[in-house]
């Protein structure tokens, strides 16, 4: 890589990219300590927040660990095929999340969900839903990271001409019609790949996946988006911290 495209990546992919060669390249032994968030924003002369963006590409890589207060620890030191760590406990999380993705939309329209659709957004075959379906990918990776399958309700069609691919369509129906998520719903279940969609992620048809469905929910506590992922089995880890209560002396 030439200087002049270096010097272009933002400033977390820089720190992610060093420290991933370090990693790489044996500065650190698996379960080692990695340098804490102060010692990396002094080393870098760059903020909190962008030390935590890197961090956070690392840790979807595979190649570190973090939980509160134990700090980051170093969990691999080679890189796993597509990896995707799906590590959230907030709504901001998950608007962090797809704001690092690209949509390739191939479809968008509204439909009748058949089986094929109603099974898996948990819906009534018949209803009538606009749907937006295509690749994800992660910003400058070129291998697909998912594929994607988005319902909104009838009611916010009207953003159809408003969606590209650049923004998650949930900001975009928050900025257009003032609705904001109340809660989000999300599964994890094993799913078997069509053949059409593991073609377009370069695995084989019929091969293990693993669907995600978020069902975003207003206040009224009706839902309004769905969206399924359906990623490649291999290289997906779904990854949680359970906190006790404060002053919890066990766990019952």
Not at 53 to 61: C, D, G, S, T, V
Not at 193 to 203: D, E, K, W
Not at 234 to 241: D, K, L, M, P, Q
């Amino acid at each position: 890589m030439d200087a002049d495209a270096k010097t272009s990546l933002p400033r977390y992919q820089e720190v992610r990219r060093e420290l991933m060669d370090e990693i790489l390249g044996g500065h650190y032994e698996i379960g080692a300590a990695f340098p804490t968030d102060h010692e990396l924003c002094a080393r870098f002369d760059v903020s909190r927040h962008t030390v935590r963006e890197a961090l956070r590409e690392l840790q979807r890589e595979g190649l570190i660990t973090r939980q509160q207060g134990f700090g980051t620890t170093v969990v691999a030191t080679e890189l796993r095929r597509k990896p995707y760590v799906l590590s959230l406990t907030t709504i901001d999380d998950i608007r962090i999340d797809a704001n690092e993705m690209r949509f390739g939309i191939d479809f968008k329209g509204v439909v009748r969900l058949g089986p094929d659709l109603a099974v898996p957004a948990g819906r009534e075959e018949g209803e009538r839903w606009l749907r937006v379906a295509g690749l994800r990918q992660r910003a400058g990776e070129s291998e697909p990271h998912c594929w994607a399958e988005v319902l909104i309700a009838p009611r916010y069609a009207a953003i159809r001409n408003e969606l590209d691919g650049s923004r998650p369509i949930y900001l975009l129906i928050g900025d257009r019609f003032g609705v904001d998520p109340k809660t989000i719903h999300q599964v994890i279940t094993g799913y078997r790949m069509p053949p059409s969609v593991g073609r377009a992620l370069g695995v084989s048809g019929g091969t293990a996946g693993i669907l995600v469905r978020r069902t975003y929910i207003d206040d009224t506590g009706e839902p309004y988006e769905i969206a399924l992922s359906l990623y490649p089995a291999e290289g997906f880890r779904n990854e949680s911290w359970l906190h006790g209560q404060p002053g919890d002396k066990r766990v019952r």
